[in-house]
């Protein structure tokens, strides 16, 4: 094994028989633990970071310190993340969130051979997860992902996650706020708390979480907000910095670089904003309300307002139309029902 002879390297076998690897330049340096499978893509890259002095970064991918014998499940899905330009193209979050999916699936199954990949197997898989379609879709879009990419290298003859079908996505999605929660929210958390800036912030930029927790002065000049967002394709959008959430900005206080900020004074994660936003929701007793809620609020107030599909595209960083028009033609269909019934009412009297 080639690996063996690079400078540098130690191993020693565990009390359960597994080998690990080190880095270590000299005895009296520290040890820097490598990834378990020598012949990975992922070994390679923490053996250069450590040999060029660099941080070695944890990896993305959930299958870097187990061996897997070859043609297996594990195998196959260390292979597609080290090779596939698709995976390794995405964003760290978005691979984060498929390898929660993955991890469960690998621990039970990751040793076994990928023929276990059926039709019907899949389609077992998909019923599991019934009560959570949102998930099972999620699921069902990796392997669909994972085998395509397999078939391309003649690893696999066809692609059966194509022969199941998704659960019917849900219209509505995220619950929007409502102006009666609004008010409930705000009578609950007092200006001048993170938890007051947070639902201000939502409800006054319409940005995505990702986007919100990393707001912060340097995104702000001349009373505008110009910020690239971090979902794909990466816009650039511009929005007007309101007055009454200058002044909650303001007085709110804090120690870090964003203006959202932990106990800790640390920027939030995105679950960690989750999970604190849900708590102070809860507190509320609005518990059906999310982040992602606040900028739906936002849409449909600037659509009920007549703003146009490009104008909402512009302001939202929406690539394509459909999801404008969702908030347009709802806004416009209010509107004709009431203008319909008070022609009646006008004809009546």
């Not at 990834?35 to 870097?64: C, H, I, M, R």
């Not at 043609?71 to 698709?86: H, K, M, P, S």
């Not at 702000?220 to 690239?228: A, E, F, L, S």
Request: with cysteine; glycine share 4%.
């Amino acid at each position: 094994m080639a690996t063996l002879k690079r400078k540098f390297l130690e191993h020693q076998k565990t009390r359960h028989g597994r080998m690990v690897w080190y880095f270590r330049r000299a005895k009296s340096t520290p040890r820097i633990r490598l990834p378990d499978n020598p012949d990975s893509a992922e070994f390679d890259a923490a053996y250069w970071a450590a040999l060029n002095g660099e941080t070695v970064k944890k990896s993305q991918t959930p299958t870097s310190s187990i061996y897997f014998r070859e043609n297996t499940f594990g195998w196959l899905v260390t292979r597609y993340q080290a090779e596939c330009i698709d995976w390794i193209k995405l964003h760290e979050s978005t691979k984060r969130a498929r390898n929660n999916i993955l991890k469960p699936m690998l621990r039970n199954h990751g040793q076994k051979p990928f023929t276990i990949l059926s039709e019907a197997t899949i389609s077992r898989a998909m019923l599991a997860r019934i009560n959570t379609p949102a998930q099972a879709n999620e699921f069902l879009q990796i392997l669909r992902n994972l085998l395509k990419w397999a078939k391309k290298q003649r690893i696999v003859a066809n692609n059966p996650a194509l022969e199941v079908a998704f659960y019917p996505k849900s219209k509505t999605g995220f619950k929007a706020w409502t102006i009666e929660a609004v008010e409930k929210y705000r009578a609950t958390h007092e200006i001048g708390t993170m938890a007051r800036l947070a639902i201000e912030m939502a409800l006054h930029t319409g940005l995505r979480r990702s986007d919100l927790i990393r707001l912060s002065p340097s995104h702000v000049k001349d009373g505008k907000i110009r910020i690239t967002l971090q979902k794909k394709p990466n816009p650039t959008v511009t929005l007007p910095m309101h007055a009454d959430l200058a002044g909650i900005i303001k007085i709110t206080p804090r120690n870090g670089l964003t203006y959202l900020e932990t106990k800790h004074h640390a920027p939030y994660t995105c679950p960690g904003f989750t999970n604190a936003f849900r708590e102070w929701a809860r507190m509320a007793a609005l518990t059906e309300f999310s982040p992602h809620g606040g900028r739906k609020h936002a849409a449909t107030l600037l659509a009920e307002a007549g703003a146009s599909t490009l104008q909402l595209m512009a302001a939202f960083g929406w690539s394509k139309a459909d999801m404008a028009e969702l908030y347009t033609k709802s806004a416009a269909r209010d509107k004709l029902s009431i203008d319909a019934w008070t022609l009646l009412e006008q004809k009546n009297n």
